[in-house]
């Protein structure tokens, strides 16, 4: 029987390989240790594209200090396995599927809604705006975002079902494993989803178990299912994650100087790591059409009762996955890019070492603007957009409410020192950006736009 080669890892996993490192020799005395999962089996493509890219930017980034023991091929268990040994010490790491990375941050969820997105370059585009955004849910739910890829726009492959009206759904046998997300879309198209893990899918589609299943081209070839195959579904019916993770703890034992410098590359290194991505999956979906899978494109009327169906999603995951102002704030800057007046960010940028909050003139400029702002505010009887910024003693805010408080006194500071002169509202636009990035200009720092860390320890947000 005649076989596609696979390109990368026969595993959905593959995508979220991203710590296939070697590890570093014992005689380097490295100051740091850590110990990283994945369900990428060692020594295929993809662990040589890692080392292609990621071993030399840990290298320069941390000057060789930090030593990393890589468990491969999922023998520590998988996804939900790695998340349950970072919380309790046994892993410093994982590299996730968007299965995995969504169970770990519920907020990042958001990005996989269905027909979010049309293309990469609006998925390239978000990630560019609220990568640090996500990075913060990250953060507060105990984990670094260290890197931010992608799986795929994950199609249907089935055995026997075009997809491309809704009676099909209904009677498919479809997989789901990626989570309550997928499973609530399936049941708002007519289907009756079939929760089995994603290891078992091979066997439970050749046993006829399931006739279908969502998947990233890769896998479709790595699990040799394209083999039993009659129809692909090319509407792209959502767009995967995949991520790279690091525990709070762990990220911490790095050294602030060795962040900085692995931040400063982070953008870079992510595109090339996505441009490699992209092109074999690719690359597998042509071969399993050279190979004789039939592909399927749904008519434009057939689509519109689809993508009105999957889309209820939206409503039912909002309040529960994610914040219903998260998904606003996604679609306000898909509104914005589309109509072709697309917030801008400056790519990574050498800049000086750090500059500390400590320096008595800049802690005082900032102390200066804040009670400005502050006083402005009281007497233009600002107490409705005040409630972002506290909460009554001892309240915990939620993360997103932290969230917006953070960017609610950067917009009050940035006001007050005359860069900023729009709402002072918590919500990051194009104005706000280009604020933050005046005010990085100003102090030496890398023009990112981003509210981050390193801008809120800088600007005395926190500590």
Not at 4 to 25: R, Y
Not at 157 to 186: C, H, N, V
Not at 212 to 217: K, S
Not at 304 to 317: G, L
């Amino acid at each position: 029987m005649r076989t596609i080669k696979p390109l990368c890892i026969p595993l959905v996993m593959i995508l979220a390989l991203a710590f296939s490192v070697a590890a570093v020799p014992e005689a380097q005395a490295a100051k740091t240790a850590l110990k990283i999962a994945t369900l990428a089996p060692k020594d295929l493509g993809w662990a040589v594209s890692f080392q292609k890219y990621i071993n030399p930017w840990l290298q320069r980034g941390t000057n060789d200090t930090v030593a990393i023991k890589v468990f491969w091929g999922g023998v520590m268990g998988n996804d939900d396995d790695y998340l349950r040994k970072m919380r309790v010490g046994q892993l410093q790491g994982a590299g996730l599927s968007g299965q995995g990375s969504t169970k770990a941050c519920p907020e990042f969820s958001v990005v996989g809604l269905p027909f979010l997105f049309n293309n990469y370059d609006e998925v390239d585009y978000i990630r560019s705006m609220m990568f640090a955004t996500f990075d913060y849910y990250f953060t507060e739910s105990g984990y670094k975002l260290f890197l931010w890829i992608d799986q795929d726009f994950d199609l249907f492959y089935s055995t026997k079902y075009r997809f491309d009206k809704l009676e099909d759904f209904k009677a498919a046998r479809i997989l789901t494993w990626y989570g309550p997300q997928e499973a609530t879309m399936l049941r708002a198209l007519g289907a009756s989803p079939v929760p089995l893990a994603v290891t078992d899918a091979p066997a439970s589609k050749r046993a006829g178990i399931i006739d279908t299943n969502i998947a990233p081209a890769i896998w479709q070839v790595g699990s040799q299912l394209y083999t039993i195959d009659k129809y692909v579904n090319t509407m792209k019916i959502r767009y995967s994650p995949a991520t790279v993770v690091l525990t709070n703890a762990a990220w911490d034992a790095i050294p602030e100087k060795y962040q900085d410098k692995l931040m400063d590359e982070q953008g870079d290194i992510q595109k090339r790591y996505c441009s490699d991505i992209r092109r074999d999956n690719e690359r597998c979906l042509k071969a399993m059409l050279d190979y004789g899978v039939q592909k399927v494109t749904p008519t434009p009327a057939a689509m519109a009762v689809i993508q009105k169906r999957a889309m209820k999603v939206y409503d039912d995951m909002s309040g529960n996955m994610y914040p219903v102002e998260l998904l606003k704030e996604v679609r306000r800057y898909l509104d914005s890019y589309r109509k072709g007046k697309p917030a801008t960010v400056k790519a990574s940028v050498p800049k000086p070492e750090r500059a500390e909050v400590a320096d008595k003139a800049h802690a005082a400029e900032i102390a200066k603007a804040h009670a400005a702002t502050v006083e402005a505010q009281k007497k233009a009887g600002g107490e409705a957009k005040a409630e972002v910024a506290a909460s009554a003693p001892g309240q915990k805010l939620s993360a997103w409410e932290e969230r917006k408080r953070q960017i609610f006194e950067v917009q009050k500071m940035l006001k007050g020192m005359g860069l900023y002169d729009d709402d002072v509202d918590g919500i990051i636009g194009p104005n706000t950006r280009e604020a933050v990035m005046k005010y990085q200009k100003q102090k030496g720092l890398a023009e990112t736009g981003s509210v981050d860390k390193r801008l809120l320890r800088h600007m005395g947000v926190i500590k």
